[in-house]
């Protein structure tokens, strides 16, 4: 009888721990998850222009450089609320704007300063102005340090 109680004890252990184990996994999996990406489209990005530039991130749910992109392009949008537009973009859902930016890889950011004549302004790794999207874009896992200035660049240009 003892024995049918230690095995009985057993088996409840071990369906309790699976459980917790199970239930830790599927927390983990849901951290990983990004947050739920915008559907944006070139009319957003002009009408959040008119207030001031704009940072564009386009990325994928199964990109793993993206999951760790969007902390610090987080980041960065907390340190520039109310002065630059940050849109995170899922080039997957949004291909028409993926393409209008020429992405060829994610993540993929570009920062834009203006738009005039139906020319945007982009601004590049140097801080320098250019109409080009594929000379000034951000290709690759990008830290907050090497934003900053194509940030502070396009905020110089605006004002």
Known sequence: MTA???YITAIAALIACAAVLGGTHCFAQQMQQPVTQAKVSMSDIDA???KGPVFVEFETEACHYCKEQRPISQALASDYSG?????FVDAMENRD???S???TGVP?????????DGKYTYIGRNGAASDSVSASRFVGLTQKEDLKPAL?????KRT
């Open 101 to 103: 930016f020429q992405v």
């Open 48 to 50: 959040a222009l008119a």
């Open 97 to 99: 704007l993926a393409k």
């Open 152 to 156: 502070d660049a396009a905020l110089q």
């Open 4 to 6: 049918n109680r230690i």
């Open 83 to 87: 002065k630059i537009t940050f849109f």
């Open 108 to 116: 993929q950011m570009s920062v834009i300063a203006s738009k005039s």
